[in-house]
């Protein structure tokens, strides 16, 4: 599809709200919405008197100029460090905007075990560091229960931790497909520059994104999984395969308690696994 069909689909779903009565819409940035702000009208006449715009096209559409962007630099990026600095200067999730600090990792990375989880949160937006807020907190408990410590520089002991996105989500809302989508090629070389012998996906965005999957962390978890990167560029870098496995997110822990039985299953697993490697 051309820009400019794409533009003129955009205005006629845009001007179809409006007429319906659909004022405002939640964007990206931040909204003050005590006021009526009438997003959809003002996107409706804006649209329409630009000319055809560069519009970052939906994942079924091709990838952005932004996808191409983040694998070129996640793919040139040697070292931790190297990632880190070049995810700094990408600008190409607009969450950034709204963050007050991008959360890396936090850990050993000479450790054995790597953690992927979603997204940071309000306290990890705050301090900059993954996994420092409520659900952290029983995140270290749990890890503690296999003997694990994120403090420890014994590597045997420690882990290391990252997310799928870098950037607090406003509200703390579930990431979009296409932030995902523009963060994998980021912490698919995060997982590469690691080298973990374990891979733990806590919480469905996170087992589903890196596993490629389309099933619910219900249905992901209790079996190890085989990670490989997706990002064809990466794939040229490594192929090496990573024994993973997929647990509940301690915030769903938070909320059903009764679960835990089931996390404690997973770390067994884990434990077990960890076994094979001393
Ligand atoms: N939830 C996550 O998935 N990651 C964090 O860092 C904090 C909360």
């Given at each position: 599809?051309s820009?400019?069909?794409?533009?003129q689909?955009?205005?006629?779903?845009l001007?179809?709200?409006?007429d319906h009565?659909?004022r405002?819409i939640?964007?990206?940035?931040?909204?003050?919405?005590?006021?009526?702000?009438e997003?959809?009208?003002?996107?409706?006449?804006q649209?329409?008197?630009?000319?055809?715009?560069?519009?970052?096209?939906?994942?079924?559409?091709?990838?952005?100029?932004?996808?191409?962007?983040?694998?070129?630099?996640?793919?040139?990026?040697?070292?931790l460090?190297?990632?880190q600095?070049?995810?700094?200067?990408f600008?190409?999730?607009?969450?950034?905007?709204?963050a007050?600090?991008m959360?890396?990792?936090?850990?050993?990375?000479?450790?054995?075990?790597?953690?992927?989880g979603?997204a940071p949160?309000?306290d990890?937006?705050?301090?900059?560091?993954?996994?420092?807020?409520?659900?952290?907190?029983l995140?270290d408990?749990?890890?503690?229960?296999?003997g694990?410590?994120?403090?420890?520089?014994?590597?045997?002991?420690?882990?290391?931790?990252s997310?799928?996105?870098?950037?607090?989500?406003?509200?703390?809302?579930?990431?979009?497909?296409?932030?995902?989508?523009l963060?994998?090629p980021?912490?698919?070389?995060?997982?590469?520059?690691?080298?973990?012998?374990?891979?733990?996906?806590?919480?469905?965005?996170?087992?589903?994104a890196?596993?490629?999957?389309?099933?619910?962390i219900?249905?992901?978890r209790k079996?190890?999984?085989?990670?490989?990167p997706q990002?064809k560029?990466?794939?040229?870098i490594?192929?090496?395969?990573?024994?993973?496995?997929?647990?509940?997110?301690?915030s769903y822990?938070?909320?059903?308690?009764?679960?835990k039985k089931l996390?404690?299953?997973?770390?067994?697993e884990?434990?077990?696994?960890?076994?094979?490697f001393?």
């Amino acid at each position: 599809m051309s820009r400019a069909a794409l533009q003129q689909e955009m205005i006629q779903a845009l001007a179809w709200y409006a007429d319906h009565g659909v004022r405002d819409i939640w964007l990206d940035e931040a909204q003050d919405h005590t006021k009526l702000i009438e997003t959809v009208p003002s996107l409706v006449s804006q649209i329409s008197q630009s000319q055809p715009v560069e519009v970052a096209a939906p994942a079924f559409l091709g990838k952005s100029d932004a996808y191409e962007e983040a694998v070129k630099l996640a793919a040139g990026a040697g070292t931790l460090e190297e990632l880190q600095s070049v995810l700094a200067e990408f600008d190409g999730i607009a969450l950034k905007k709204t963050a007050t600090n991008m959360v890396f990792c936090d850990g050993n990375p000479k450790a054995p075990v790597m953690l992927v989880g979603e997204a940071p949160g309000a306290d990890e937006d705050r301090q900059g560091k993954p996994f420092v807020g409520a659900s952290g907190q029983l995140l270290d408990k749990i890890l503690a229960c296999i003997g694990l410590d994120r403090c420890e520089e014994d590597p045997s002991k420690s882990i290391y931790i990252s997310n799928i996105l870098n950037w607090r989500p406003p509200g703390n809302r579930t990431p979009s497909p296409a932030e995902v989508e523009l963060s994998l090629p980021f912490i698919e070389r995060h997982i590469q520059l690691v080298q973990p012998k374990i891979l733990i996906l806590c919480g469905g965005v996170s087992a589903k994104a890196l596993l490629n999957r389309s099933e619910g962390i219900s249905r992901l978890r209790k079996t190890w999984h085989q990670y490989k990167p997706q990002t064809k560029e990466l794939v040229a870098i490594s192929t090496e395969s990573i024994p993973a496995i997929a647990t509940y997110h301690p915030s769903y822990l938070l909320r059903s308690p009764a679960q835990k039985k089931l996390v404690w299953a997973d770390m067994l697993e884990i434990a077990q696994k960890m076994n094979n490697f001393t």
